[in-house]
Nanobody
Framework: QVQLVESGGGLVQAGGSLRLSCAAS????????MAWFRQAPGKEREFVAT????????YYADSAKGRFTISRDNANNMVYLQMNSLKPEDTAVYYC???????????????WGQGTQVTVSS
């Protein structure tokens, strides 16, 4: 079992920045991939980025490239999503997920956090 708890969401103006955090606990190294997804109102949940615990290698959705940075802190079992140049269309609930494969499909992730709301005002 893996437990995930997100934090750091909030209200920010367009062009601003936020850093989301995900605290992981339990058997996290059985699932070597951590990811961020998001779900906007009325839309399906979509992939944002992944990071590997071991190497720190990353993979991004096109919508996140150049603005978002995913990182991990192995010593504290934390994963972060630094979001810059935020746009109103980034408004969504952001979820942290744990899985065994680098993938953009949510069905391939085994554990999920409860989500944190990010609202970007214009």
């Amino acid at each position: 079992q893996v437990q995930l708890v997100e934090s750091g969401g909030g209200l920010v103006q367009a062009g601003g920045s936020l850093r989301l955090s995900c605290a992981a606990s339990g058997r996290i190294f059985g699932n070597p991939i951590m990811a961020w997804f998001r779900q906007a109102p009325g839309k399906e949940r979509e992939f944002v980025a992944t990071v590997k615990w071991s190497s720190g290698s990353t993979y991004y959705a096109d919508s996140a490239k150049g603005r978002f940075t995913i990182s991990r802190d192995n010593a504290n079992n934390m994963v972060y999503l630094q979001m810059n140049s935020l746009k109103p269309e980034d408004t969504a609930v952001y979820y942290c997920a744990s899985g065994r494969f680098v993938a953009s499909r949510e069905s391939l992730y085994d554990y999920w956090g409860q989500g944190t709301q990010v609202t970007v005002s214009s």
